[in-house]
């Protein structure tokens, strides 16, 4: 048997915000279904779509951007 959430699913882990799935379902990062009126992900998809995301980089700083209005 397949594993599969609806939307609505995702969002009550309290993970990801249901704008930002149907943003990478649009975007083509995230694979979905229609089946009646609701929109599923298979967990494969899911899974595909958190292995393909880049590694966050916890409390890490930008480089200083140097001020480009101060006159030397």
């Known amino acids: ?3 599969a959430y609806r939307v609505s699913d ?3 882990e309290g993970l990801i915000c249901r704008s930002t799935i149907y943003n990478l379902i649009r ?3 995230l694979r979905a279904k229609k089946i ?3 929109t599923v ?3 494969d998809d899911w899974q595909a779509m958190l292995d393909r ?3 966050a980089q916890l409390g890490a ?3 200083e951007q140097p001020d480009s ?3 030397a």
């Open 36 to 38: 009646g009126r609701a």
């Open 53 to 55: 995301a880049p590694v």
């Open 10 to 12: 995702l969002v009550a």
């Open 69 to 71: 209005g101060s006159a």
């Open 41 to 43: 992900v298979t967990a």
């Open 61 to 63: 700083r930008r480089p």
């Open 1 to 3: 048997m397949i594993k």
């Open 27 to 29: 975007r083509g990062d």
